[in-house]
């Protein structure tokens, strides 16, 4: 009596456990595909609430406070504060010229790229991978008054 019931926990366990690799399987081998990653992250607009709430409220927050300058210039060692008068239109202006910098489309295209080199090397496809941000093409494109 005490062995079929314990060959039954076992089974039932095994059952649960089975279902468990399957699904952690399943789940792995779609993971590990790059374009399903691309596709969630379009799916969900990560992008957009990168640029939209994430920088933004982050340049907000830091223009509020106001930004701590280490000059060096005079006798005074002490940091000098640079305030904004109105920090809702300051953030406004820098987030815009981040997005200047870095527009959108320029990096999705980049997180792809890396996406399609960085997945297969996680899954152990390859054992290499690149990464190039072309940083000195998007520094051409700045105007001369910013570089």
Known sequence: MMRNFLALVFTAGLV??????????????????????????????????????????????VVEKGVEINSGIGDSSSPTILEFDDPGTAAAAITLFVETLVPRAYLREKIEEALQGVVPYAAGQTDEFKIDLEVQDRLRDLPDSVR
């Not at 792995?28 to 994430?54: C, F, G, M, Q, W």
């Open 16 to 61: 649960v456990l089975l279902f468990l690799v399957v699904t952690a399987n399943h789940a792995l081998n779609t993971i590990s595909k790059p374009d399903v990653i691309i596709s969630v992250l379009n799916d969900a607009e990560a992008y957009d609430y990168l640029y939209d709430e994430i920088i933004g409220n982050l340049v907000y927050d």
